[in-house]
């Protein structure tokens, strides 16, 4: 909130404000006065000029998708909330398995917690824009019921959900253990080992490890490897009280989950959600993607990112049936849609790529038409062919970690239908328009803040604004204060308008790669690179791929004196890098540089992209062997020894 104090007279309401709120409300308690006053704050007082209304319990409460799960309980009790290969629930258990979560959380000192009985305190909290008092709890797991039950049990202890993705190494989950603050990680048994060494990690810089609930799929009464604070996840839940009383937000402004951008290692970005903006962006996906009551969806977007685009939530507000997947695979998405009748499901790009170019023996005709939501890297126009002669419905979106998952949809016209082929999928794969949680969004000229022409050419950078974008940064006010700078959330990201008002996203303002749905930062790759003895310099693009979107390719050039090939760099960099994000390309050669010694990244796309994509998919391939699949380097070496 530090630019709210810039302007001297947001200083003389502030202090009138408060001095108001101190002398009409000494009685009040301390919690219930600190409330009121960022309220009296924080919200304008027009509507009261209107003789006779008034703001009260009768008819208002804060915004909150916990309130989905209450709901679900009563209207859908004996419906199925949650499959899991054998494991079946209802949505009467997930209810009750949610309350004895958050209150075994509540008993190992997971809450809100007392705000103390000081004014000048309780002011500094408020002008920090920090509530000291909410403690966050991280979740290191996969697609499985116990994630998807963190995602309510969390809040509804009064906590803070802090997602982090699968695919991070130990150093990384360490870096963002510490800066999260997470008194507790929900840890998957398959990932025990990356847990182990980002405490590891922790203890030698003297952080104090949370406490770690061991997710279990066999009868292990406790982690092995860990103290005796460790617990095991359906030993604690037994020990909760289905009784609970659900711990509500005390304003809908509230943060219910922390998500993570793809940041440098020394500056993590932790994207802050709001209980209203998940409400919100909750029942604005629901309705613009055609959801209705009792769905079935497929669990093929991760639930770590953008807490599964918030339909984690939404699969309670209707009803769903949530098909969990630990592994996707393209065997798994056809045996579940055809098992259990799926009806919705979302991926990035690769996991249409999985499905159109996965064996024909993996295949199986679908019940009927399911439909898909993709975002990222727009799909080349033979996926979404492939896509609609197997039965699927594909729409088209896109979006940030820091708009909650989807920002623009691009929402289909009828007369779009009599189009050719061709047509049909360069109009799919443009990005749309706003989507509904958003009030506006445009593309602009980042210095004059103009609209650029809506001409189809003339490229600016997409901005937002609206219900559906971040609270902000944590602890990071300087990023918070750039990103909404000239009163819109700066995207990064470049595109053109086209004349019917739909954005097309062109290029990615910062160099990011976006592979299999996730960014990857090229500063990054090419800092850890330049670690390389035999380097002298190097540059990192995306390649485009047909199965991921893009993979990172590196243009090296090798200090004089020096011989290695592409597998030792690639090596180098899955040694000291997620797999995701190491260079799947490495060409040798010198790099472009313009007048004053910039590198002509502009050039090295071309080179990547006249490459063609690198995976052809000629064999069954399995998008979590992909992250680790020594074939990968054998491609490389092949595609070398060949040309």
């Given at each position: 909130m530090n630019h709210f104090f810039k302007n001297h007279k947001h200083l003389t309401l502030l202090a009138s404000t408060f001095n108001r709120f101190v002398s009409s409300n000494l009685s009040k308690k301390p919690r219930a006065l600190f409330s009121s006053f960022a309220n009296d704050l924080l919200e304008p007082d027009s509507w009261k000029s209107m003789e006779g209304l008034v703001r009260c319990k009768a008819n208002y409460?804060?915004?909150s998708p916990i309130s989905f799960l209450e709901r679900s309980a009563t209207v859908y009790r004996d419906r199925t909330s949650v499959v899991y290969g054998s494991l079946k629930f209802t949505w009467a258990e997930t209810h009750q398995r949610c309350l004895k979560l958050a209150s075994a959380l509540s008993q190992l000192g997971i809450s809100r917690g007392d705000v103390p009985e000081m004014f000048c305190f309780a002011l500094s909290i408020i002008l920090l824009g920090v509530n000291l008092f909410i403690l966050k709890v991280a979740a290191l797991a996969p697609n499985v019921p116990a994630m998807y039950e963190l995602h309510f049990a969390v809040p509804m202890a009064g906590a803070v959900f802090c997602t982090l993705n699968t695919r991070h190494d130990s150093n990384m989950v360490s870096i963002l253990l510490e800066h999260s603050e997470a008194k507790i990680i929900f840890v998957d048994h398959q990932l025990l080992d990356i847990a182990r060494g980002a405490l590891d990690l922790l203890e030698k810089t003297g952080t104090k490890s949370p406490m770690v609930v061991l997710i279990s799929e066999s009868d292990v009464s406790s982690p092995t490897g860990f103290s005796s604070s460790s617990y095991e996840y359906e030993s604690l839940l037994e020990n909760g009280h289905s009784g609970f009383e659900i711990r509500q937000p005390e304003s809908e402004w509230d943060p219910i989950s922390i998500n993570y951008t793809s940041g440098t290692t020394s500056r993590p970005k932790g994207v802050v959600y709001s209980h209203r903006g998940a409400y919100l962006n909750t029942l604005a996906t629901l309705f613009l993607h055609g959801i209705g009551t009792m769905p079935v969806y497929l669990w093929t977007v991760p639930m770590f990112h953008c807490n599964g685009w918030c339909l984690t939530w939404g699969m309670a507000a209707q009803g769903g049936a949530n098909v969990c997947l630990r592994k996707v695979s393209p065997k798994d998405i056809f045996d579940s849609i055809d098992q259990h009748k799926v009806t919705h499901m979302a991926g990035a790009p690769t996991v249409l790529s999985m499905i159109v170019n996965s064996a024909v023996s993996d295949q199986k005709p679908l019940p009927h038409k399911v439909e898909i939501m993709t975002?990222?890297?727009?799909?080349?126009?033979?996926?979404?062919?492939?896509?609609?002669?197997l039965g699927f419905g594909v729409s088209h979106l896109y979006g940030l970690t820091e708009?909650?998952?989807?920002?623009?949809?691009?929402?289909?016209?009828?007369?779009?239908?009599?189009?050719?082929?061709?047509?049909?999928?360069?109009?799919?794969?443009?990005?749309?328009?706003?989507?509904?949680?958003?009030?506006d969004v445009d593309v602009?000229?980042?210095?004059?803040?103009?609209?650029?022409?809506?001409?189809?050419?003339?490229?600016?950078?997409?901005?937002?604004?609206?219900?559906?974008?971040?609270?902000?940064?944590l602890k990071d006010s300087k990023a918070t204060e750039d990103a909404f700078r000239g009163g819109w959330f700066r995207s990064g990201d470049l595109a053109v308008k086209h004349s019917d008002g739909y954005i097309e996203v062109k290029d990615r303002a910062k160099d990011i790669v976006i592979t299999g749905?996730?960014?990857?930062?090229?500063?990054?790759?090419?800092?850890?690179?330049?670690?390389?003895?035999?380097?002298?310099?190097?540059?990192?693009?995306?390649?485009?791929?047909?199965?991921?979107?893009?993979?990172?390719?590196?243009?090296?050039?090798?200090?004089?004196?020096?011989?290695?090939?592409?597998?030792d760099i690639i090596k180098f960099c899955q040694d000291r890098l997620p797999r995701y994000m190491a260079p799947r390309t490495v060409i040798f050669e010198d790099l472009p540089r313009n007048s004053t010694g910039k590198v002509q990244k502009f050039i090295l796309r071309e080179k990547a992209k006249a490459l063609g994509s690198l995976f052809r998919m000629p064999y069954h391939f399995d998008m979590d062997d992909a992250w680790t699949d020594e074939r990968t380097t054998v491609y490389v070496n092949s595609f070398f020894t060949r040309n």
């Open positions: 409460a804060p915004l975002g990222g890297a727009p799909p080349p126009p033979q996926i979404f062919f492939k896509m609609e002669e708009t909650y998952g989807p920002g623009t949809y691009c929402s289909w016209k009828p007369e779009w239908d009599s189009l050719p082929l061709n047509e049909r999928s360069k109009m799919k794969a443009r990005q749309g328009v706003q989507h509904l949680g958003l009030e602009k000229d980042p210095v004059t803040m103009e609209s650029v022409p809506a001409d189809g050419k003339t490229i600016g950078e997409i901005m937002l604004r609206g219900n559906t974008v971040m609270s902000g940064y749905g996730e960014n990857v930062c090229t500063l990054e790759v090419e800092t850890v690179l330049y670690n390389h003895p035999a380097i002298l310099e190097v540059a990192v693009v995306g390649r485009p791929d047909d199965l991921w979107g893009q993979t990172p390719c590196a243009f090296v050039k090798l200090r004089e004196g020096f011989d290695v090939d592409a597998q």
